[in-house]
């Protein structure tokens, strides 16, 4: 079953890499971006509508609805990730695709229908509404810090409470909202635009990958149908769980991709410029920075499928997940850094995509959890682990 679900993936993989490479690319250079140099709504839906016709709008998404394996979503998420926009064009990119996989895998019928079909059809984008301004102690890496609260009255839920660093919530038609109540927390879909969510700042950040940016907003008492909840109050964390071990590894999956596609460049440059007589391939300064370049490169094609094949079993990946992102987003980081190095001037220019693909690694270490967060996890458990076997061994004594 694996084995035909991997061939799967590597005909669609093949399909989505031709895509991102003949018609995506040369889409990079277009000026349709807005204040915070992100691509505009009328570029992403241009690009989506090119994805359709050409049969890879969620390619990771079979027609009946089902998804490929963790391992096969892999190999069509990476070839997504070779252009910044490829995920975009898509419909791979951060947060819709952990969205749709969040809905898909525990949405009832009705979200599935109303809120589900457009993402997967490519006609709307999404937004997570959980992390929360640090100027009010909110939600961030610690999601049990929640501050926006929820209450049921009649047919009806109440959310009161603000958001920060909300990404693509500019310009997106559904939102999924955390919320805590009596009972603990809680998910709700909601409808976008919405009266009672005001978007009071989108501020410019080093990324500039994603549609709409990362909104800071007011939730004054919107009002959400019950059947809009996402399972039961006081499951919101659960579901999150849910969502939590994939997201993080997708993102690793894309910017894989965009790495390995800035390594192709600065490869493409080392062996045609000429410096002191001879080619910078030539000079060990820059053919050891591109050796150490592939090394790492492999190192994270190992790391994405160790922990694909861990989700693949059934296992949460909570703690596979945490050393994935950690590991990924550092080598990722080394490798976009030596990838300007190696081009110089020239890689801090507009001129190719070196210079973005640093910049946003350089945010991927910090969205999804910072690695300092991931590895004070990893310790917990190492510790964890150490006093579980301390005891048996005592009992056993």
Not at 7 to 24: G, P, Q, W, Y
Not at 200 to 211: A, K, N
Not at 289 to 314: F, P, Y
Request: proline share 5%.
């Amino acid at each position: 079953m694996i084995n035909n679900d991997l061939n799967l993936a590597h005909d669609i993989a093949i399909k989505v890499e031709k895509f991102v490479r003949e018609v995506v690319i040369p889409y990079e250079r277009d000026p349709r971006r807005d204040h915070h140099n992100c691509p505009t709504e009328e570029l992403a839906v241009e690009l989506r509508e090119k994805a359709r016709e050409a049969g890879v709008l969620a390619p990771h998404i079979l027609p009946d609805g089902t998804h490929l394996s963790q391992r096969g979503t892999a190999q069509v998420l990476i070839k997504t990730g070779l252009s910044p926009l490829g995920p975009l064009a898509c419909q791979t990119a951060a947060p819709d695709e952990g969205n749709m996989y969040l809905l898909g895998q525990v949405g009832s019928d009705f979200i599935k229908q109303k809120f589900l079909k457009p993402l997967v059809e490519g006609n709307a984008r999404s937004a997570f509404f959980m992390t929360e301004p640090a100027q009010e102690n909110g939600a961030g890496s610690d999601p049990s810090m929640m501050q926006t609260r929820c209450w049921k009255e009649g047919d009806e839920w109440v959310i009161r409470g603000r958001k920060a660093f909300i990404t693509g919530a500019d310009g997106a038609q559904v939102g999924i909202i955390m919320a805590k109540a009596e009972q603990g927390a809680c998910m709700f879909l909601v409808e976008l635009p919405h009266p009672a969510i005001q978007i009071e700042q989108v501020p410019r950040t080093i990324d500039s990958s994603m549609p709409g940016g990362h909104a800071t907003l007011w939730m004054n008492d919107l009002r959400v149908p019950a059947q809009q909840m996402l399972g039961e109050p006081g499951e919101g964390f659960k579901y999150a769980q849910v969502r939590l071990s994939p997201a993080r590894l997708s993102h690793c999956m894309r910017w894989y991709g965009a790495c390995l596609r800035a390594n192709e460049i600065a490869t493409e440059y080392a062996n045609q410029r000429m410096a002191f007589g001879q080619l910078l391939i030539d000079h060990e300064g820059c053919s050891f920075m591109l050796a150490e370049n592939l090394i790492d490169l492999k190192q994270v094609e190992l790391m994405i499928n160790w922990c694909a094949s861990v989700l693949d079993q059934g296992e949460l990946g909570t703690f596979e997940s945490s050393m994935a992102k950690v590991s990924v987003s550092e080598t990722l980081m080394r490798v976009a850094d030596r990838c300007v190095q190696v081009m110089g001037g020239s890689g801090l220019t507009e001129q190719t995509i070196v210079e973005q693909v640093f910049r946003e690694i350089r945010a991927f270490r910090i969205y999804d959890g910072p690695t300092e967060v991931h590895k004070w996890s990893i310790a917990k458990k190492i510790k964890r682990d150490w006093l579980k076997r301390s005891k048996q061994q005592k009992q056993g004594g």
